[in-house]
């Protein structure tokens, strides 16, 4: 049996885990219109993760509105 899917704003996330080195469109840039599309909506906080160490990287993702930056270590 098909179950419709939740539309816009009828599924509540507690946390975004955001990829800062998407295809197409990167995590920084994808925070930027998350944050402009919903500046009126309180959104989940958003966590960048990535295997970027360098202070401007933290500094460049907290900029565009990420909460928090998780380092991968491999």
């Known amino acids: 049996m098909y ?8 599924r509540r996330f507690d946390l975004v885990l955001m990829d800062i080195h998407m295809p197409r469109l990167d995590g920084i840039a994808a925070t930027t219109r998350l944050r402009a599309i919903a500046a009126d909506r309180t959104l989940p906080p958003i966590v960048a993760l990535t295997a970027n160490a360098f ?13 928090d930056l998780s380092l991968i270590h491999i």
């Open 3 to 10: 179950k419709r899917q939740p539309g816009p704003g009828e």
């Open 55 to 67: 202070s401007e990287d933290r500094d460049r993702c907290l900029a565009a509105g990420l909460d």
